[in-house]
């Protein structure tokens, strides 16, 4: 068992401590905008806030993020309003499949949270998500975007 602290909730998940975070909340806690791309930390799929931080998911154990707080997705709106990263996403219309687009919202909000007036060079060095739809223009547009909002 281990005691994770998630979207603001404390969670039991029955799961070995070396299982990655990834599979704990997407399998145990049932949270799928966290997505499985690559396993191995290269795609971004996969990425949560821990701490405020962005942390690749697949990367990190269910033992090394006890006690932590973890963000996902499904925790980003407050109150029934989108986080300006989400604003930004549907006023830009962003997405195309889809897969990666939960990954780069939270690796924007986590560079936003670091700095929120980054450079086009704080971009390229943070947000290093993979799109195979090849949605990067318009991914760009969005951070400027919410950077504005
Ligand atoms: S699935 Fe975690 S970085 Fe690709
Ligand atoms: S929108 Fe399809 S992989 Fe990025």
Known sequence: M??????????????????????????NL????????????????????????????????????????ITTIEGLADKGMLHRV????????VPQCGYCQTGMIMAVVALLNEKPQPSDADIDAAI??????????QVRAAIHAAIKA
């Open 30 to 69: 049932g949270l799928t905008g966290v997505k499985y791309g690559c396993g191995i930390g290269a795609c971004g799929a996969c990425t949560v806030l821990i701490d405020g931080a962005a942390a690749r998911a697949c990367t990190v154990t269910v033992a090394d993020a006890a006690g932590r707080k």
């Open 128 to 137: 290093t998500n993979i799109c195979r739809c090849g949605t990067f223009q």
């Open 86 to 93: 989400q604003q930004a996403w549907v006023d830009v219309d």
């Open 2 to 27: 281990a005691g994770l602290l998630v979207n603001g909730r404390d969670i039991e998940v029955d799961v070995e401590p070396d299982t990655p975070l990834l599979w704990a909340i997407r399998e």
